[in-house]
């Protein structure tokens, strides 16, 4: 039996690195600092109203969830993400004020999908496994703590509705996310890269397996092996095909 489709919208979901590292008075200055931050960035990039009216909000104390009329996801994904980016550095300066351990960065995760009230089904879903998949956790871990606040994961779907058709420009990487059921491509973005992620790329390049250098064996066609004992004088030449004469004067 076909049931109605829910209402398509945007969904932004963060959450916090190491948030358990915390002490408790430290995990609850985070908490309370996630939804600040946020707010600003959306007022920053013009979206205040849609902060405050923001469906189904999700507190789950280290990261909050939202729902959003996804006309506005162009704006979200090439404002709002850098304006989160920059909300969390001033935010730091007054973090290290209180306790230089205590550190707000942020994983984020952009999605659109169907969203069943008071918020559910499976696109809220693939949105909280994006938030914590490998790719994010590792962009964090290979970028400068000190000024890499922020980095987002954004859904193929958003990708290729938004960012492909040129409704919004953002720097992205395409990476495979596989995280317990899930399994998709996503493209990560970082608004301010650094450190490794710089060296490196957003996504480092495979390490070369030795196992899989190829192996000249030196009696086989094209290979050159020449042993000399004593003592020599002249001119040694090695060749590994020779066609015509060869004279040495």
Do not use: C
Request: hydrophobic fraction near 40%; charged fraction near 20%; avoid cysteine.
């Amino acid at each position: 039996m076909s049931e109605e489709l829910p209402p398509y919208l945007g969904v932004l979901v963060v959450d916090a690195e190491r948030y358990g590292s915390n002490t408790d008075p430290g995990q609850q200055k985070l908490a309370e600092a996630i939804p600040e931050v946020l707010a600003v960035a959306f007022a920053e990039s013009g979206l205040e109203q849609v902060w405050e009216q923001r469906l189904f909000p999700q507190d789950t104390g280290d990261g909050l969830g939202l729902g959003f009329d996804p006309r506005y996801l162009p704006v979200v994904a090439e404002q709002v993400l850098g304006a989160l980016q920059e909300a969390l550095v001033a935010r730091d300066v007054w973090m290290r004020k209180v306790h230089r351990g205590l550190r707000l960065r942020l994983r984020a995760a952009l999605h659109v999908g169907p969203i069943r009230h008071p918020g559910g089904g499976q696109a809220l879903v693939t949105a909280h496994r994006l938030v914590d998949a490998a790719p994010l956790r590792d962009a964090l871990k290979r970028s400068d703590a000190d000024r890499t606040f922020l980095a987002a994961l954004i859904s193929d779907r958003v990708h290729d509705d938004v960012i492909a058709t040129g409704y919004a420009t953002v720097p992205t990487t395409p990476v495979p996310v596989e995280i317990k059921e899930h399994r998709s491509t996503a493209h990560l973005h970082v608004p301010t890269p650094t450190g490794d992620l710089l060296n490196s790329g957003l996504v480092p390049a495979p390490t070369a397996d030795p196992a899989d250098t190829p192996h000249l064996d030196p009696l086989t066609p094209g290979a050159v092996h020449n042993v000399m004992t004593g003592h020599h004088t002249g001119t040694a030449i090695q060749v590994g095909h020779l066609h015509g004469g060869f004279t040495n004067h």
